[in-house]
Nanobody, 115 residues
Framework: QVQLAESGGGLVQPGGSLRLSCLAS????????MGWYRQAPGKQRELVAI???????NYADSVKGRFTISRDNAKNTGYLQMNSLKPGDTAVYYC?????????WGQGTQVTVSS
C-alpha cells in the first residue's frame, strides 16, 4: 500500500505564495505519475497540475504562469509552488499518485487565500 502525506497549506493574503509538499511512502517505486487536485466548497474536484514519470507537466488554465509542479524522485516527494495566489485558489488541495495501475490520494491540505 502507498500512503500520501500533504503539507504546506495555510492562510495567505492575495498575492502571496505557498509551497505544498507530498511525501509518498510505503510500497512505492520511483516510476509513477503524480499530480495535484483541488476542491472548493460547492465545486467539483478539479485537476490543478500533473507531472509524469518522465517529468512532463501540464497545468489547468487558471494556474498557468503562477503554479509550478516538480518532484524529487530520490525523496519520493512532489511539490506545488504557488505564487500570486488569488481568493479563487482557496480550496482543499489533494496529492494524487498513479502507481502501477492503482490510484492513491492524500488526505488533503487546506489553502485559504483571503485579505
Amino acid at each position: 500500500q502507498v500512503q500520501l502525506a500533504e503539507s504546506g497549506g495555510g492562510l495567505v493574503q492575495p498575492g502571496g505564495s505557498l509551497r505544498l509538499s507530498c511525501l509518498a511512502s510505503g510500497s512505492i517505486f520511483s516510476i509513477y505519475d503524480m499530480g495535484w487536485y483541488r476542491q472548493a466548497p460547492g465545486k467539483q474536484r478539479e485537476l490543478v497540475a500533473i507531472i509524469t514519470s518522465s517529468s512532463d507537466t501540464n497545468y489547468a488554465d487558471s494556474v498557468k504562469g503562477r503554479f509550478t509542479i516538480s518532484r524529487d524522485n530520490a525523496k519520493n516527494t512532489g511539490y506545488l509552488q504557488m505564487n500570486s495566489l488569488k481568493p479563487g485558489d482557496t480550496a482543499v488541495y489533494y496529492c494524487y499518485v498513479r502507481h502501477w495501475g492503482t490510484d492513491y490520494w492524500g488526505q488533503g491540505t487546506q489553502v485559504t487565500v483571503s485579505s
